[in-house]
């Protein structure tokens, strides 16, 4: 099936019969979009990390809430200006609340799976689920599958964290479903040459996140409608606030799809943070970096450049030593003595993973460089907490700092990364920019992975995009029938 091909009736009824029964037998009943949107609470009892098919009820933003307004919003950090250094107000909304893999990538693996699960096309009880990905999506994958009880396939590449790879262990069925490709962060190809190969091995299902529309829609619609909750109780309080801004870094550029959703609703600028040492989106670049998750050498499919304002720029040295700033005694101790950082910020420190520092930073150069004042809010996500990334802090305060950050160390990364922190290396885009941007997907997806160049240049257009919306009601009637069949409730 072409990525343009989304389901909105049953492909195969041999197949669909087959994994109506099968979702049966293991009691699995699936969330619409519409639910994940608007969720209703689960179960408190449940373990938020239990393979139970009940917390896919929990693939949302909402786990954890706050009040804000009389509303109910998803968790979220607002940054002071005492650590941002700049007077707009930077909110993040936080991914570590989501169920199992505590990374909001759980969100697109579902939402790549189930339709294509509800119209019959994947078939649980004979095929593999392959999910290529640089770390957290195949998380995601792996135990979406193992929720509903199929084999799956992470494909990740060697190099990432050490933490990943210790989750992965423990939830596949066999050592052998951890593919481990060459390279770091940035080495995709590498990705998609050992899904080509995979392929070839009959009941196998490739679920390609980069090329995957329904991981842009799943974005669009459940992000988007969470970060629009948000906006709206801060608004509520400071009716003179506007969106100037969603911010995020681009993997598979799912994410940045609540942006778009951003847009329409608020005027919002949709905004992409890359690692200004694989600056392929500034600069036609490539290279090597640290900034997991994200930077990974290509235009995804599913990036909806022509509706891509600013690229911003950041270096992993910056996301490094601020990751040891947030995390560490010293760090802390500077940023309340010096900066009068109130303790319960402080003490949140932790819900940034490397490239959730790296949004917050992408957020404080657009504050900058659009001269953004306290009533422009920035919306951006922190994928991931800390505590993924623990090794990689060790191996970085042994490195960069003789295994020691005190006060000095603390007081030069901050003058160094945030109050004098690097203006360059943030584009506004135009249209020949955006056109120059969308070009260089070409290469990856025409000349390398078979897309018809009409389905590639067809994206260039919004009117595609809003085309797109459209399947999301598809979707959810798919689902619903698929639960109508099984004849399962959802019990809370
Ligand atoms: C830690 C981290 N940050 C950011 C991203 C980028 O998100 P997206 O793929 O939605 O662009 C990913 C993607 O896997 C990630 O794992």
Request: glycine share 8%; net charge negative; with cysteine.
């Amino acid at each position: 099936m072409s990525p343009f091909e989304l389901p909105d009736d049953i492909v195969d009824e041999t197949v669909y019969r087959r994994a109506v029964a099968h979702l049966k037998e293991r009691g699995v009943v699936l969330p619409r979009f519409a639910e994940l949107v608007t969720p209703q609470p689960v179960d408190d009892g449940l373990d938020r990390d239990a393979a139970d098919p009940r917390n896919l009820f929990r693939v949302h933003w909402y786990n954890d809430a706050a009040e804000l307004s009389g509303r109910t919003v998803p968790a979220h950090i607002e940054l002071p200006p005492a650590i941002t250094g700049v007077d707009a107000r930077i909110v993040v909304m936080l991914g570590r609340n989501f169920p199992i893999i505590h990374a909001h990538k759980v969100l697109a693996a579902y939402a790549c799976l189930a339709p294509r699960l509800a119209a019959g096309y994947f078939d649980p009880t004979t095929q593999r689920a392959v999910w290529p990905s640089t770390g957290n999506y195949c998380r995601g994958g792996v135990a979406i599958s193992r929720i509903l009880g199929c084999r799956s396939v992470a494909v990740l590449p060697e190099g990432m964290s050490a933490e990943r790879f210790r989750w992965l262990e423990e939830w596949v069925t066999d050592p052998s479903d951890i593919v481990r490709t060459p390279g770091s962060e940035s080495n995709v190809k590498e990705i998609y040459d050992a899904c080509a190969e995979l392929e070839r091995e009959p009941d196998t299902m490739i679920f390609n996140q980069f090329s995957e529309f329904p991981n842009y829609l799943g974005h669009y619609a459940v992000t988007g409608s969470a970060a629009a909750s948000l906006f709206e109780a801060f608004r509520d309080t400071d009716p003179d606030l506007s969106l100037a801004a969603f911010v995020s870094a681009t993997g598979s550029a799912g994410t940045l799809a609540a942006g778009d959703r951003l847009k329409e609703l608020f005027g919002a600028r949709v905004v992409v943070m890359e690692p200004t040492e694989c600056p392929t989106l500034l600069y036609n670049g490539f290279g090597e970096h640290n900034i997991q998750g994200i930077g990974d050498k290509h235009v995804p499919l599913i990036h909806n450049v022509t509706n891509t304002d600013l690229i911003v720029g950041v270096s992993d040295d910056a996301t490094d030593d601020l990751h040891v700033l947030f995390n560490s005694e010293a760090g802390r101790a500077y940023l309340a003595e010096r900066h009068g950082v109130d303790a319960a910020t402080l003490s949140r420190l932790d819900v940034f993973g490397l490239s959730g520092i790296g949004n917050v930073l992408a957020a404080i150069k657009t504050a900058r460089r659009l001269k953004l004042k306290s009533t422009d809010m920035i919306l951006t996500v922190a994928t991931d907490g800390s505590e993924l990334y623990t090794s990689e802090r060790q191996t970085r305060l042994a490195e960069r700092f003789g295994g020691r950050f005190d006060a000095v160390d603390a007081a030069e990364t901050f003058g160094r990364h945030i109050l004098g922190g690097d203006a360059d290396h943030v584009l506004e885009m135009t249209r020949r920019e955006r056109d120059r941007v969308f070009n260089l997907g070409y290469y990856t997806w025409v000349e390398q992975q078979g897309i018809a160049l009409a389905d590639f240049e067809r994206r260039r257009d919004q009117s595609f995009w809003r085309g797109l919306h459209d399947k999301l009601e598809s979707f959810d009637q798919l689902i619903t029938r698929i639960n109508h069949d099984t004849g399962l409730s959802r019990a809370a």
